[in-house]
């Protein structure tokens, strides 16, 4: 993706199939994305997402979701996700798979870690976290309030 002046950064880009490598995009829209070599800073792909040696801060997909080589801090995909040699810092999907990477909290519907994989808080996980935040926040409002 170049722009007029041969810039490999855009702000803003939309297109049915996005294919965007060894460029940087700002906010993406598009039914499917393809991400390499470069990063972004908010994809939305509406049916299926591919990242691979780049990165982006949100990537969002309403299909399957694909992460090689690359990461993000936000990863989320209705379908299938599969990362391998990279990660994310929260990452959701239908079903996830991890191998030789990192991901700081997994929710999914199932998760299949392989070799070099770790998931630091799964779905369990999470959800306990979530509880004891919320109550946390619940006990120091009240207290709050009559001080």
Do not use: C
Request: charged content about 15%; glycine content about 20%; proline content about 1%.
């Amino acid at each position: 993706m170049t722009d007029q002046n041969g810039k490999r950064i855009n702000p803003k880009a939309a297109a049915e199939h996005l294919d965007v490598r060894g460029g940087i995009v700002g906010l993406a829209q598009a039914t499917d994305a393809t991400l390499m070599y470069g990063g972004a800073g908010v994809v939305a792909a509406s049916r299926s997402a591919t990242l691979s040696r780049g990165g982006a801060a949100v990537l969002l997909a309403g299909g399957p979701m694909t992460v090689t080589q690359g990461g993000g801090q936000v990863l989320l995909a209705l379908g299938d996700m599969r990362v391998e040699m990279g990660g994310g810092g929260i990452m959701v999907a239908g079903h996830a798979s991890v191998e030789k990477g990192f991901v700081g909290v997994l929710i999914s519907g199932g998760t299949s870690i392989q070799e070099g994989g770790r998931v630091l808080l799964g779905t369990r996980q999470a959800a306990a976290l979530g509880l004891a935040f919320g109550v946390a926040f619940v006990l120091v409002s009240r207290l709050l309030r009559r001080g």
